[in-house]
């Protein structure tokens, strides 16, 4: 597998096991990133309901900011030497997020839809927080930005259940 790129100028992580595992730690949140971008897209379609504007709008500012996190996750693996993977097959095939059904939904439905992939993203963040602690400060920072982020954005959208 191609997934380390071999070069002297590489960070110095302890090759070729820490390097690996920092990828995959920051592939893995990737995926979920990107998942949550494109179910974000399809309820942004399909709320209805009279918190259809605010939601409607809400839905795009998160999926901006799931992009550029997700951007900032795939660019610190290529500069540790890792190819991340954010094709459309890699995202099917690994990401562990339920697709939301496909119709028009009701805004409680909605919130309540997003608020659980949000919370679970969050979490499974969370852990690849802590095991990047153990491998590399500086991909773990990149992991606490993402989890920072995450429950900020969680805690606003829990909110409106309220
Ligand atoms: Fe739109």
Not at 18 to 36: F, H, K, P, T
Not at 58 to 71: F, G
Not at 85 to 108: C, F, I, K
Not at 114 to 129: G, S, Y
């Amino acid at each position: 597998m191609a997934s380390t790129i071999r070069s002297a100028q590489l960070p110095p992580l302890h090759e070729p096991h820490e390097r690996e595992e920092v990828g995959r730690q920051l592939q893995a949140l990737l995926v979920e990133l990107i998942d949550l971008s494109l179910l974000g897209k399809q309820l942004h379609w399909t709320v209805a309901g009279a918190l259809f504007r605010p939601l409607h709008l809400q839905l795009d500012e998160l999926i901006d900011s799931w992009r550029e996190l997700a951007d900032t996750v795939a660019e610190r693996a290529v500069a540790i030497g890792f190819i991340p993977d954010g094709q459309s097959a890699t995202v099917a095939a690994d990401s562990p997020l339920r697709p939301v059904e496909r119709g028009q939904l009701e805004d409680r439905v909605v919130a309540r839809e997003l608020t659980a992939r949000l919370a679970e993203v969050a979490e499974h963040a969370r852990n690849h927080m802590d095991r990047l602690g153990e491998l590399d400060a500086a991909s773990q920072d990149v992991a606490t930005e993402v989890v920072r982020a995450l429950e900020e954005q969680l805690w606003m959208v829990r909110s409106q259940l309220a």
